[in-house]
Nanobody, 115 residues
């Protein structure tokens, strides 16, 4: 059984920072990419950041220059460092692990940016 455990979400002031983490447990083979997606109330789910097994990174336009994704392949863990947070970053952030024959999702962690 594969489970993704997310942590690091919470309430932060505008301009603040948070670091999300997602640890994958269980046997996972052939991982292509690990990443983060988010969904705000009334909006569609959107890509935040993805890192492939080869180290290639892809960011959503709205977070480029502010967010940084990293991973520890040995621990099957992916991180998301979020700087200069703005109210529009408020959303539920979902961890994703994608492979050739599977697509796993975490339960989501709430990030709220408010003064």
């Amino acid at each position: 059984q594969v489970q993704l455990v997310e942590s690091g979400g919470g309430l932060v002031q505008p301009g603040g920072s948070l670091r999300l983490s997602c640890a994958a447990s269980g046997s996972i083979l052939g991982i292509y990419a690990m990443g983060w997606y988010r969904q705000a109330p009334g909006k569609q789910r959107e890509l935040v950041a993805v890192v492939t097994s080869g180290g290639s990174r892809n960011y959503g336009d709205s977070v480029k220059g502010r967010f940084t994704i990293s991973r520890d392949n040995a621990k099957n863990t992916v991180y998301l460092r979020m700087n200069s947070l703005q109210p529009e970053d408020t959303a539920v952030y979902y961890c994703n692990v994608n492979g050739v024959r599977y697509d796993f999702w975490g339960q989501g962690t709430q990030v709220t940016v408010s003064s």
